[in-house]
């Protein structure tokens, strides 16, 4: 199933934390496949979910992710 995502009004805006780093995690719109949600996890936590089409930026401390 599609994945419940948010909609967010703006693009992105990186924090001006100099010690983060920002994932961009992207998933190209398709037709084969468009109505299967795909979870993301880093870590062992879930950080979000794409959907056909869609984005997301993960913003992540020093060290391996």
Request: hydrophobic share 30%; glycine share 12%; charged share 20%.
């Given at each position: 199933?599609?994945?419940?995502?948010?909609k967010?009004?703006?693009?992105?805006?990186?924090?001006?934390?100099?010690?983060?780093?920002?994932?961009?995690?992207?998933?190209?719109?398709?037709?084969?496949?468009?109505?299967?949600g795909?979870?993301?996890?880093?870590?062992?936590?879930?950080?979000?979910?794409?959907?056909?089409?869609?984005?997301?930026?993960?913003?992540?401390?020093?060290?391996?992710?």
């Open positions: 199933m599609v994945a419940n995502l948010k967010h009004n703006n693009h992105y805006i990186p924090t001006s934390d100099p010690d983060k780093g920002l994932l961009y995690i992207y998933r190209e719109s398709e037709y084969m496949g468009c109505l299967r795909l979870y993301i996890n880093a870590n062992g936590k879930r950080i979000g979910g794409l959907n056909s089409g869609t984005y997301f930026v993960y913003e992540s401390g020093p060290g391996e992710v």
